[in-house]
T-cell receptor, first 112, second 112 residues
Framework: KQEVTQIPAALSVPEGENLVLNCSFT??????LQWFRQDPGKGLTSLLL?????REQTSGRLNASLDKSSGRSTLYIAASQPGDSATYLC???????????FGKGTSLLVTP | EAGVTQFPSHSVIEKGQTVTLRCDPI?????LYWYRRVMGKEIKFLLH????????ESGMPNNRFLAERTGGTYSTLKVQPAELEDSGVYFC??????????FGPGTRLTVL
């Protein structure tokens, strides 16, 4: 059974810092991995999708990497802004036919 | 283009009552998913439709839950009779085949 762990559970940084969020998964036989952000009381916003054959994906100040062999993904946020404050979720599709397995998320606070 | 929509946004019912949640996917998305987050836990997969067919319902907790997608457009998730442990946020998502999933804002269900 696939288990997804996100570290740290919470993170507070001053504005302008670069930061890394970590995601690990127990079964390396994945189909893809998706990063989301969730704002309080809102739904999930898809940030990046990495297919199993890819090593990384970039969107603006966000860069996500994938290392299947070690069961890890990282989300790098450059030059953080207060608007980046949210919960970031990592989810893995384990070749099961589209069902995503989620981590508990990292709650990020960027202070001005 | 409209995103995934869910109705209602909140529902408060008493134990033993019935509740029906609705999800309208992004137009043209044949894949539709239901997920649930109970307090303190990670988001969990419930089931997956391809058009009107249930592709995977391995995450459905018990036979009090019934999902339908007549005509392959919108979907409903009925809980009958509701129990206290059914409280949580129910998310719907949709996607193109093998592509990123787009989530709705969720329905917060409270069973008293």
């Amino acid at each position: 059974k696939q288990e997804v762990t996100q570290i740290p559970a919470a993170l507070s940084v001053p504005e302008g810092e670069n930061l890394v969020l970590n995601c690990s998964f127990t079964d390396s036989a994945i189909y893809n991995l998706q990063w989301f952000r969730q704002d309080p009381g809102k739904g999930l916003t898809s940030l990046l999708l990495i297919q199993s054959s890819q090593r990384e994906q970039t969107s603006g100040r966000l860069n996500a990497s994938l290392d299947k062999s070690s069961g890890r993904s990282t989300l790098y946020i450059a030059a953080s802004q207060p608007g980046d404050s949210a919960t970031y979720l990592c989810a893995v599709d384990s070749n099961s036919g589209y069902a995503l397995n989620f981590g508990k998320g990292t709650s990020l606070l960027v202070t001005p | 283009e409209a995103g995934v929509t869910q109705f209602p946004s909140h529902s408060v019912i008493e134990k033993g009552q019935t509740v029906t949640l609705r999800c309208d996917p992004i137009s043209g998305h044949d894949n539709l998913y239901w997920y649930r987050r109970v307090m303190g836990k990670e988001i969990k997969f419930l089931l997956h439709f391809v058009k009107e067919s249930k592709q995977d319902e391995s995450g459905m907790p018990n036979n009090r839950f019934l999902a339908e997608r007549t005509g392959g457009t919108y979907s409903t998730l009925k809980v009958q009779p509701a129990e206290l442990e059914d409280s949580g946020v129910y998310f719907c998502a949709s996607s193109q085949p093998s592509d990123e999933q787009f989530f709705g804002p969720g329905t917060r269900l409270t069973v008293l």
